[in-house]
């Protein structure tokens, strides 16, 4: 307990982090909803409206957690193996250092829940909570994961983005093909837009962004304590 | 030629490692060997120097041994209590000093009272007990380096691994890590000290040269 506290200390000391944490997720929600409807329908999506506000909701709460989860894992990478090697193991590390992120993450998702309830009246608030918070510890394993691979920071944060886009103009609504293999969010994207437009969704789709949210959760921490071990 | 010099109470045996590493791109892969079968011993109650000139594999043997990375070949027998001091301060720029004696506290598994008792001690030892509050990025460089070196001694390891541990330091405190030295030495605890650089040679039990990838005992 005392790792994870002293992580989100660390965390929290960054106020320009913190400020970017609720400023990106409203400034998101306010300006881009409106773009990201245009595009889709330039790519043959049918994303609009009240649906496109909701999304960009959880673009923005992803977004903000994938990269805090890379830099988190990435500038903290030398010091967080010296840790494990003193005694403490990569496990308890990994725990800690993503207990301590998942905080974060769940800042970020607040933030742009609130922005989006601001905007639009969202049919389904709790839904739509639950897969912004998705999209948030979706990302922010993303993150971890090339933070835990790649420390260099311009080559790793271009790939979060990489990542991003590509699953953004994958994802549901966005164009006029059925959604790709490669679309990571596409679960939380459907429970979404569904929350937004009164549907609610089915329990397999439930299910699904549960497999896919902590699947991805438990990749980041094996990813994470394999690079904290001896390298060959 | 490699050297070992056999001691009965030996608390680090280095017995012909080696190590490479690839670079390059997949069509123009480059293997360098960096480490040769290199071999070294230190007993307890030693102060031992491992020199070498720049890019000769000192740090690269270091973290071998430590296990940050992973040896192509060789043997190696090293306590569990050991006590690493990296050359580059390994720490979190946002935590405090307090704050990374108690992280490596918890990790060295101290009681609380082992731990506030060594903190103090090496505060005082080091002299920047006035820091305690500092978040690593305010502290100079020598500052850090104290902490990086106080956080490899805070449980009184029985081999202490150091790579270069005191560029940075004033006249002062690197007189003051001489006597630290020279005191834990005398305590039983070994020491293997790398630097390109070792002035304090009188100092020393031993001291290796890194040459070719392989350690030989030059003084």
């Not at chain 1, 059925?178 to 429970?191: L, R």
């Not at chain 2, 307090?98 to 103090?120: K, S, V």
């Amino acid at each position: 307990m005392t790792r994870i506290v002293v992580f989100a200390r660390e965390q929290l000391r960054a106020p320009f982090t913190l400020a970017l944490l609720v400023a990106i997720p409203a400034l998101f929600v306010i300006s881009a909803a409106g773009v990201l409807s245009d595009f889709a329908s330039v790519l043959g999506g049918s994303l609009a409206g009240d649906a496109a506000v909701a999304l960009s909701a959880g673009w923005a709460a992803a977004f903000i957690s994938g990269s805090l989860g890379f830099f988190q894992a990435a500038s903290s990478r030398g010091a967080d193996r010296r840790l494990a090697l003193a005694g403490l193991g990569p496990a308890r590390v990994a725990s800690s250092r993503i207990a301590a992120s998942v905080g974060l993450a769940v800042v970020a998702a607040a933030a742009a829940f609130v922005a989006l309830v601001v905007r639009v009246d969202v049919a389904h608030p709790l839904h739509a909570a639950v897969a912004i918070l998705a999209f948030a510890l979706l990302y922010l394993a993303i993150g971890i994961v090339v933070g835990s691979l790649i420390t260099a920071p311009l080559e790793g944060s271009l790939l979060v983005v990489f990542v991003f886009l590509l699953d953004a103009f994958a994802g549901p609504g966005m164009s006029g093909g059925s959604a790709t293999p490669w679309a990571v969010s596409q679960k939380a994207a459907d429970v979404l837009i569904a929350a937004a437009m009164g549907t609610g969704s089915p329990s397999g789709d439930w299910v699904k962004l549960v497999i896919v949210t902590v699947g991805a959760l438990v990749a980041a921490f094996l990813v994470f304590v394999a690079s904290a071990r001896s390298r060959a | 030629m490699a050297s070992t010099v056999a001691t009965n109470q030996s608390v680090l045996t280095v017995d012909g490692v080696t190590k490479s590493f690839s670079s390059g791109p997949p069509w123009r892969r480059r293997r360098v060997e960096v480490l040769r079968g290199a071999s070294l011993d230190v007993g307890r109650g030693e102060l031992v120097g491992l020199v070498g000139e720049n890019g000769s594999g000192k740090s690269t043997l270091m973290q071998v041994i430590v296990g940050l990375l992973a040896r192509d070949a060789g043997t190696l027998a090293a306590p569990a209590r050991l006590g690493y001091c990296p050359q580059q301060p390994l720490l979190w720029d946002k935590l405090t000093v307090d704050e990374h004696f108690e992280l490596f506290a918890r990790a060295y598994a101290l009681d609380d009272q082992a731990a506030g008792a060594a903190r103090r001690g090496l505060l005082d030892e080091l002299g920047f007990a006035k820091y305690v509050g500092y978040r690593v990025e305010e502290l100079s460089g020598g500052t850090r380096q104290k902490l990086n070196l106080a956080l490899a001694l805070l449980h009184d390891p029985e081999l202490l691994l150091l790579d270069e541990p005191y560029a940075g330091f004033d006249w002062e405190t690197y007189l003051r890590f001489w006597e630290m030295g020279e005191r834990r030495r005398a305590a039983g605890m070994g020491i293997l000290i790398v630097s390109h650089l070792l002035a304090e040679r009188e100092r020393l039990t031993r001291i290796y040269e890194l040459r070719d990838g392989r350690c030989e005992v030059v003084s």
